[in-house]
């Protein structure tokens, strides 16, 4: 069900690269999901890190054929450049996929070294199966709103640049290509193209056994054709997208049968105004107090992070499953450089008690989340340059982003599988005990007691009882009756005063940097120190400190 979904964003390369298997399976989908790897700490890693963790969805980036560059003009280019040989693409171009070429093929470059060409499809398929004989869902991502003929200020000629321009993409009057990626498909008035996107997932799905789609751009189809698409998969089916960035055609912008936003969504969406009040706005991040959201130190926010708890927007119409809730993903920041002490560099350290909050607060509000892989060992990208640049080779400009957005080189991507099981006694970052904290609130999430979180629709107004003091930075909120959060983002430590909580016994399960040893699944709470035992009329006060997060639970 949509309101049970925790998914695990994940990319087949940086997952892979440094997990301890042969060279000819780095990068590949038998590395994906090969069992029984251990870390030099004995710690395990891939796809058992993944099980462990609780999650029920794995959500992959494209996994459909993508652009990439031939490798004589990029090592022409680049080979003896000692920028992309930090970044590790000197030698070969690198790419998320968000550039498909072959909507039908899967990525050859995923294949295991050594085998023939097509191997990747039953490598694809016995990935999927893996995940699913550990009760697992496998969702990817597909780019059905541009295509990579026009990347980088190309005119590349693959397909309907060639067949029919005019007809598969949305043109202006000139006949030239709209969109700021360079092209965007024309899905209104345009039925092989929606038969197009139809038939692409249900060919994954038949062939490959997979769940559902996330799609990108999803703001740039039209109404219609994605009302379609919902209904002519099974019900079941996992779908959600990104409902910017707007189209570029003015015909579209003028019809209210094919323009859509948030309000009128036909899919779930990412909910952008619960990530901003969580963890504050991708595209400004310049001062700590108020650009990293209420988690981060900005009580301004509190309000709308009680909206984004209760997924309470107009637009969510009382449907927790229409807006999905997230802190980061792929692109963007990660969540450890955003919460850095330093240099927005995560590897340098990290704001753990305000990275806590962020998770909490994520796991502890309506409806579906999804968690960008690697954030649970507080993953950053921190050796890749802030600054935006642009190189060249042969053929045109190759874009470098920067470390908010890392789609085209591949070390600051990496998966540090030998960072698990560290601890502030070796490391900057206590990555161990913040591996735990995700694990713990995960597996609560998906546990009997976090049912209250796990809901079609908003049960009553009162479903959330809030506790809000005159410092901003504190909230505290009941939900459901049964489940107690207390957190305070500031500087300082504060106290709730005279806090009344339903009558029984309410277990602490979450306190500072504890809660996966708290934490029994088949009871949903284990029996432990800190109950409070309420009865009718009696209040409490509650001290939580500086980026403090606490959770009770009411055992009876």
Do not use: C
Request: hydrophobic letters at 40%.
């Amino acid at each position: 069900k949509m309101e049970d979904v925790v998914a695990y964003e994940v990319h087949i390369q940086d997952f892979t690269d440094r997990l301890p298997v042969a060279d000819a399976l780095k990068g590949t989908l038998p590395a994906f999901h090969r069992s029984g790897l251990r870390n030099r700490h004995g710690q395990p890693v891939g796809i058992d890190h993944i099980a462990r963790m609780g999650v029920n969805v794995v959500h992959l980036l494209p996994m459909q054929e993508y652009l990439h560059y031939p490798e004589a003009e990029w090592q022409a280019a680049f080979a003896n450049n000692e920028y992309m040989q930090r970044m590790g693409v000197a030698n070969l171009s690198y790419e998320w996929g968000y550039r498909t070429t072959h909507a039908f093929a899967i990525e050859n470059r995923y294949r295991a070294g050594g085998t023939d060409f097509g191997a990747e499809r039953d490598q694809f398929r016995d990935l999927v199966q893996a995940f699913h004989d550990r009760g697992i869902a496998v969702i990817v991502d597909i780019v059905p709103n541009h295509t990579g003929e026009n990347m980088d200020a190309r005119n590349m000629l693959f397909n309907w640049n060639v067949l029919d321009r005019d007809y598969h993409y949305r043109t202006d009057e000139n006949g030239n290509h709209i969109g700021v990626f360079g092209n965007e498909v024309k899905t209104e008035e345009r039925p092989m193209n929606q038969r197009w996107l139809i038939d692409q997932v249900k060919h994954m799905m038949d062939e490959f056994g997979i769940d559902g789609v996330r799609i990108d751009l999803a703001g740039q189809m039209d109404e219609q054709t994605l009302i379609k698409f919902r209904q002519s998969l099974p019900a079941d089916t996992i779908i959600y997208g990104e409902p910017w960035i707007d189209v570029q055609d003015p015909e579209v912008h003028a019809n209210p049968d094919w323009d859509w936003y948030k309000e009128d969504a036909p899919i779930t969406f990412f909910q952008d105004d619960t990530r901003n009040a969580f963890v504050g706005s991708p595209f400004r991040l310049i001062d700590k107090p108020t650009d990293r959201g209420f988690a981060g130190g900005n009580g301004d926010l509190r309000d709308e992070t009680m909206r984004g708890l209760a997924n309470d927007w107009p637009e969510e119409r009382g449907d927790t499953r229409r807006g999905l809730t997230y802190t980061d993903i792929h692109d963007n920041w990660t969540l450890a450089d955003r919460f850095a002490t330093r240099d927005w560099n995560g590897l340098l350290g990290v704001d753990e008690g305000n990275y806590r909050i962020a998770a909490g607060l994520k796991m502890t509000s309506l409806g579906p989340v999804v968690l960008h892989g690697g954030s649970e060992m507080m993953r950053s990208k921190g050796i890749a340059p802030i600054e935006e640049f642009v190189l060249q080779t042969a053929t045109g400009p190759i874009y470098m982003k920067g470390r908010h957005d890392t789609y085209n080189v591949r070390t600051p991507n990496h998966f540090i599988w030998d960072d698990l099981g560290t601890s502030r006694r070796n490391n900057t970052r206590d990555v161990d005990a913040m591996v735990k904290w995700w694990e713990g609130l995960i597996k609560f999430r998906m546990s009997p007691a976090g049912a209250v979180f796990r809901v079609p629709a908003i049960p009553s107004p009162d479903h959330y009882r809030w506790i809000t003091p005159a410092n901003t930075n504190m909230l505290a909120y009941v939900v459901g009756g049964s489940v107690f959060v207390a957190t305070n983002s500031g500087t300082t430590a504060g106290v709730f005063d005279d806090v009344v909580l339903p009558p029984g016994q309410w277990r602490l399960i979450a306190d500072g940097s504890d809660v996966g040893t708290r934490i029994d699944i088949e009871r949903g709470v284990q029996a432990r120190d800190g109950v409070l035992v309420s009865r009718e009329g009696m209040a409490f006060d509650i001290p939580v400190s500086a980026a403090g997060f606490r959770m009770w639970v009411k055992e009876r």
